[in-house]
């Protein structure tokens, strides 16, 4: 219990001033909460998501944590991790077949961490529910917490609700505007209920095509028991093509972002927020004199995955 007493007495991530030209000459104050720096391998809202859910499962007296995702997955490579760090046996069911996807980097370090991996064809993981996919399987789920997939669920929102707290903290007062990556909305929900009437708005980039995020990000927060807000909205049409796709816009654009302020960002989340907000200062969205607060959700131990599918040094590193 004193390990995972850590989860709550973590110092709050750093929040840095970036200083770029155009978010300057739009008379635009930017900020960079640097959840990546959050722990060396658990970093991101993956931290935030599992705080709460880690701790749940030692108050139900449970040792394993099993959870869902894809061969590249940044839930399933902290969520082995974090199993490491706080003494938890980890499961990971992998949506795709064992000698497509077994050699890459995020999965070399989830077994490395102790993690054993099921697959499962895509169609199966896609048609079924979680439970069901585990007895397909024969998987038990005797003394384990099951983690959704991405980690979506009522006790990751407090963990992201907290960055709302550190950052008034750390500038003295809430930004004009927070802008977050979207992958399953759990970022963006908790960042809402946070600022729930207050005076600041939030944004959240969705990283995935089909216009259902909105949607998404209701539902958690409806099924969570919190207050409907209209402080926040979904700022569609950076996705890049979709879920794990790109365009050589957006690796220039992180590319060139990394050597200018030094802030490394992934191409499948935190490089589509970052560049989604210049896009947006660039066509006068934000008014003049607001602060925003771009949130650094982690995601880097994407890149060598990224790299190794793409051609080495796509991403600099």
């Known amino acids: ?125 896609r048609s079924n529910s979680p439970n069901d996919l585990l007895k397909i399987l024969g998987i038990s789920t005797e003394g384990a917490t099951i983690l959704p997939q991405g980690g979506a669920n009522c006790l990751a929102l407090p963990g992201c609700r907290a960055i709302v707290a550190e950052t008034e903290a750390q500038l003295g007062h809430l930004p004009d505007y927070f802008v977050t990556a979207c992958g399953t909305g759990t970022t963006l929900a908790g960042i809402a209920s946070g600022i729930s009437g207050q005076g600041c708005k939030a944004l959240g980039v969705p990283v995935i095509k089909g216009g259902f995020m909105q949607k998404e990000v209701e539902n958690l927060l409806a099924a969570c028991g919190e207050t409907p807000s209209t402080n926040w909205q979904i700022v569609d049409g950076y996705h890049h093509g979709g879920y794990a796709k790109w365009t050589p816009e957006l690796v220039a654009f992180i590319n060139d972002f990394k050597r200018r302020t030094g802030i490394p960002l992934d191409p499948i989340y935190t490089g589509k927020a970052f560049y989604a907000a210049s896009q947006l200062a660039k066509e006068g969205y934000f008014p003049a004199g607001s602060s925003i607060v771009l949130v650094h959700t982690g995601g880097l131990q994407g890149i060598a995955g990224f790299n190794e599918r793409f051609g080495g040094g796509v991403i600099e590193a």
């Open 1 to 125: 219990m004193e390990k995972l007493a850590q989860l709550l007495q973590h110092p709050p991530s750093p929040l840095e001033t970036v200083h770029d030209e155009l978010f300057a000459a739009k008379g635009l104050r930017l900020f960079v909460k640097r959840d990546d720096l959050l722990h060396p391998q658990v970093s991101g809202n993956k931290w935030r998501k599992l705080q709460h859910n880690l701790l749940g499962a030692n108050r139900l007296g449970h040792s394993k944590l099993i959870t869902f995702g894809g061969a590249f997955s940044n839930h399933i490579a902290a969520v082995a991790a974090a199993g490491l760090d706080f003494g938890f046996s980890t499961l990971g069911v992998i949506s795709g077949e064992a000698d497509e996807a077994r050699q890459n980097p995020t999965l070399r370090f989830a077994k490395a961490c102790g993690m054993a991996l099921h697959f499962t064809s895509r169609t199966a993981f």
